[in-house]
């Protein structure tokens, strides 16, 4: 029987819970999700036909405030699932040191079938909603987005949240990956995708790890199998590419396709757009069967798509040495077992797809601050360099090109800030995670090691606080 995310992330949980030496109570509280608001609501159509949609929020754990957590659009989403989603964020928030309480929502609705104004109008109810229970706030609740939403939907929020509190100086914190236009900040559409390949990055740099595996050290010609291309999957397959590595297969619900010269993520969602298909795309083999995209032999997959997609019918054929969770909870406890079992090194989601938050929580500071990343420094640090350049020039005698002058002296801007704050985050975790791993061999794999982690980080909040009187 195919088990709930809530199930195999509950699993996750106590797998590491049992090794760990907090009190058992401290544990059931980090474990239960500390409040789930369902709710329904009407929206009336254009053609004058009322429905009543289905709607959650879930906060996982006040152990910080405020909470965070995306919001997804989807026809099958239940309460359970958004319960199992909130939990991920407080253990990914603690993983990555974001002090934020885990947190998610969902709208139980298919966004391929809406139109436009259908969406706007369900997303400003839903805000509504939530305003109306406290649920949404800068120092409460701020939501992102998640599968089926993104900027356009974060920008109706925000402005529907602004309306509703026009005294809040603070308001357009509220909620993270907006626009930038609208308050978001540089680099956070990509942030998640970015985040996983920086993750991969240091993965891969392990020289022994990477020997174990029977694989060469870097990023340089890996082969990757990369399933969805949303968001997730687009940027993951973006900055693999950049990186020298090779996406040589895309799986999506219509099938799979595969080139292993190396395909390209622009030109693939290009033909997806104009077709309706990802297969018959030129010079591709085309499976129909999209689940055999992801047994194809490959160095790393990437699944990025969506919950319990690895699961023990298929990791047995799963020939992938590195598995890279950029979805949430897509491989089920039982095909974690297999995998293991195979030497397969399972990057876990808990830390590999958390550069969203990261940004988002950059994008946070920035409201809060209420000024741009790099605004105040950056003509002052370009004039400093500047002068060091010269310093350089006077003692070697060596005149730098007006094109070198240009990269060394350029002065900090957003993107590259964001970038590099997220780069060091990623970098940073995983060898917190790793060397947990290392001095403690009965955790196992990262997976355990990263939830071990999480608790400890989240055990030691509460008990820092004391709120136990
Ligand atoms: P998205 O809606 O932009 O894209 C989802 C992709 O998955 C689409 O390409 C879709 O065609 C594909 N897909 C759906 N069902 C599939 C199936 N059965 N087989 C193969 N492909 C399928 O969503 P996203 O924002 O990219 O999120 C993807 C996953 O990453 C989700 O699990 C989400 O929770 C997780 N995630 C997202 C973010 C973020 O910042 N967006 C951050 C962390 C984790």
């Known amino acids: 029987m195919s088990r709930s995310l809530e199930e195999s992330v509950n699993g996750y949980f106590d797998r590491a819970a049992a090794l760990c030496d907090c009190p058992r109570g401290l544990l059931e509280q980090i474990r239960a999700c500390n409040g789930v608001h369902a709710f329904q609501f009407p929206v009336r159509h254009a053609d004058g036909r009322i429905e009543v949609v289905r709607a959650w929020r879930a906060e996982h754990s006040h152990h910080k405030l405020p909470t965070k957590g995306g919001i997804r659009y989807s026809a099958a989403v239940d309460e359970s699932e958004v319960r199992a989603l909130a939990a991920l964020m407080t253990y990914k928030c603690a993983v990555v040191d974001v002090p934020f309480g885990g947190a998610k929502g969902a709208v139980q609705v298919d966004p391929h079938r809406r139109s436009v104004e259908e969406l706007e109008r369900i997303t400003r109810r839903y805000v509504y909603e939530l305003s109306q229970r406290n649920l949404i706030g800068p120092g409460i609740d701020v939501p992102a987005p998640d599968a089926g939403t993104g900027e356009r939907e974060m920008a109706w929020v925000a402005d529907t949240y602004t309306a509703l509190h026009p005294e809040q100086l603070d308001a357009l914190a509220c909620v ?16 998640t995708g970015q985040g996983l390949v920086y993750a991969l990055a240091e993965v891969c740099a392990q020289a022994d790890d990477m020997k174990a595996l029977g694989l060469g050290v870097g990023l340089d010609g890996k082969r990757v199998v990369v ?243």
């Not at 236009?181 to 990509?190: D, H, I, N, S």
């Open 176 to 191: 993270t990956g907006k626009p930038v236009t609208l308050g978001g900040v540089r680099g956070r559409k990509e942030a």
């Open 227 to 469: 399933q969805g291309i949303g968001n997730v999957g687009y940027h993951a397959a973006r900055f693999c590419r950049e990186r020298g590595a090779r996406v040589i297969a895309f799986a999506v619900p219509e099938g799979a396709i595969a080139d292993p010269r190396g395909l390209d993520e622009d030109a693939v969602v290009e033909h997806r757009t104009r077709t309706g298909s990802i297969l018959g795309f030129p010079g591709a083999t085309s499976m129909p069967r999209s689940r055999d995209g992801l047994e194809l032999d490959c160095d790393v997959l990437v699944p990025a798509a969506l919950e319990n997609q690895l699961t023990a019918e298929n990791a047995p054929a799963v020939r992938a040495r590195i598995v890279l969770e950029g979805a949430n909870g897509p491989t089920t406890p039982e095909a974690d077992e297999i995998l293991r079992a195979k030497g397969t090194l399972v990057i876990p989601d808990i830390y590999a797809n958390a550069g969203g938050v990261v940004v988002s929580y950059f994008e946070w500071l920035k409201n809060l601050s209420h000024v741009r990343f790099g605004r105040l420094e950056r003509r002052h640090r370009a004039a400093s360099d500047l002068k060091l350049l010269h310093a350089v020039e006077r003692a070697t005698g060596h005149a730098f090109s007006e094109a070198e002058r240009a990269v060394l002296a350029d002065g900090p801007d957003e993107r590259r800030i964001v970038n590099s704050g997220l780069e060091e985050t990623m970098a940073a975790a995983y060898h917190e995670v790793r060397d947990t791993l290392r001095a403690r061999p009965a955790l196992n794999d990262l997976r355990t090691a990263a939830f071990y982690l999480a608790i400890q980080k989240v055990a030691r909040a509460y008990l820092e606080r004391g709120i136990f009187p």
